[in-house]
Structure formats: structure tokens, C-alpha cells
């Protein structure tokens, strides 16, 4: 008889799932996980249950996804996992595992020599260190990410961190110099077509300037927010 997890409660699904890993055994839909197969359905399972919100699920998928990829000897199979991971225990406010995965992935990146997978890797290490209370850390890492999108022409990747960079200086009070990020980042993603992180950027640049004591820029910032 077919087990169906959708039909299940939240703890019931996990309590199924630790038993399916922790036994090596595999669900009706899923290869086993030490196989390509099993590892490529692993992870797509992982996403769509992070995409439902049931992200304790997901960690447990990705954890079965990472195990294949180690067995695999597949370095990159293993880096996009435990940056799923870490975004799904960020999520969850576990942050402490979220940075581990982030400095774990970052390694087995660095033995690659896969800079561009590095400097995404180090964006978010530098947003789970500033939700850490870490704001030296995130200011080190965020600067070093930076660096490197510009110098390899990355905008879409620079966007992203003069964003985050900008939610580092606003924690700090900096709020004109967070407006003036906010506003790089938004110019940036909007003539790239990132049309989520121009809205983002936007409102965080509005937010910033009203702040600062700036109305009649955060009001307009907010106009044309609503347009795009």
C-alpha cells in the first residue's frame, strides 16, 4: 500500500522520514539515495517541500540528498545541498546549523576552486552572521563578496549584496548610507530583470530614507515601488 506524506500531519511526516533515512530505506517515489537518480529526486523533493513550508521536511530530504552525494564523490551535488539546507535552518532561526552548512559548503567549494559557488556561499554566511548578532563578521564577508562581483562583473550577484550590505548599516543605524546601497542594488537588479530584489531594494531604500528623516524621498521611493 502506497504511503502518501501530503496526507499526513507535520510531525507525522517527520517522525516517517527520520525512520526512512535512519534505516536507509526509501520512499514509494524516491530511488535510493545512493544512486544519481535517488540523489536528483532527493533534492527535488527537499524543494518542494521547503516550497510548501514544511521545511523540517525538506532538511530531512537534504540530508538524505547530501549522504548520496558524498557517497557519489560529487563535491558540487554536495555544496547545493548544504546551501539548501542552510537557507531552510535559517528559516527556521536554527542559525548556529545554518552557518555550519554555509562554512561547510564553502570549503568543499574552495577545494574546487569554484569562486563564483564561494562568493554566493560567503553573501549568505554574511546574512546568517548578521542574524547571529554578528554584525563584524557579516561587514567582512559581505565587503569580500562584494569585491569579487564587481571585479568579475557579477551584477546580479552584486545587487544581492549591496542589499544585504544595506540591512547591515540599517541594523547600524547607518541609515544614509544604507539608503545609498539600497539604491545601488535596486538600479542594479532592475536592469538585470530581477524584478523581486528591485521591489525589495526599493521598499528597504524607502524605509532607510524615511529613517533618516527623509519623507518626500521615502514617499516617492514607495510611489514607484507600487509601479514596478
Same mark, same amino acid.
Not at 568579475?152 to 545587487?159: M, S, T
Not at 545601488?184 to 521591489?199: F, I, K
Given at each position: 500500500m502506497a504511503l502518501h506524506l501530503a496526507r499526513l500531519g507535520a510531525f507525522q511526516r517527520r517522525i516517517v522520514l527520520a525512520c526512512v533515512f535512519a534505516v536507509g530505506l526509501s520512499l514509494p517515489a524516491s530511488a535510493q539515495l545512493g544512486t544519481k537518480e535517488g540523489f536528483e529526486q532527493g533534492v527535488s523533493q527537499g524543494a518542494d517541500a521547503?516550497?510548501?513550508?514544511?521545511? =523540517?521536511?525538506? +532538511?530531512?530530504?537534504?540530508?538524505? @540528498? *547530501?549522504?548520496?552525494a558524498k557517497k557519489l564523490d560529487d563535491p558540487a551535488g554536495q555544496v547545493d545541498v548544504l546551501a539548501r539546507r542552510a537557507e531552510a535552518y535559517r528559516t527556521l532561526g536554527y542559525l548556529n546549523q545554518s552557518l555550519t552548512d554555509l562554512k561547510t559548503a564553502i570549503g568543499v567549494a574552495e577545494s574546487q576552486g569554484a569562486e563564483d559557488s564561494v562568493a554566493r556561499l560567503r553573501s549568505g554566511l554574511g546574512t546568517a552572521y548578521l542574524l547571529s548578532g554578528k554584525p563584524d563578521a557579516a561587514r567582512a564577508e559581505f565587503e569580500t563578496t562584494l569585491a569579487y562581483a564587481t571585479s568579475?562583473?557579477?551584477?546580479? *550577484?552584486?545587487?544581492q549584496v549591496l542589499n544585504d550590505f544595506g540591512n547591515l548599516l540599517y541594523e547600524q543605524d547607518e541609515y544614509a548610507k544604507a539608503a545609498k546601497l539600497y539604491g545601488?542594488?535596486? $538600479? *542594479?537588479?532592475?536592469? =538585470?530583470?530581477? !524584478?523581486? *530584489?528591485?521591489?525589495t531594494? @526599493? +521598499? =528597504? !531604500?524607502?524605509?532607510?530614507? @524615511? !529613517? @533618516?528623516? =527623509?519623507?518626500? $524621498?521615502a514617499e516617492t521611493l514607495l510611489r514607484e515601488a507600487v509601479v514596478e
Open positions: 521547503f516550497a510548501r513550508g514544511w521545511l =523540517n521536511d525538506a +532538511i530531512l530530504y537534504w540530508t538524505g @540528498a *547530501l549522504d548520496a568579475a562583473g557579477d551584477q546580479r *550577484l552584486e545587487a545601488r542594488s535596486r $538600479a *542594479l537588479s532592475g536592469a =538585470n530583470g530581477e !524584478a523581486e *530584489l528591485t521591489w531594494a @526599493a +521598499i =528597504n !531604500a524607502a524605509r532607510a530614507q @524615511a !529613517a @533618516a528623516g =527623509n519623507t518626500a $524621498a
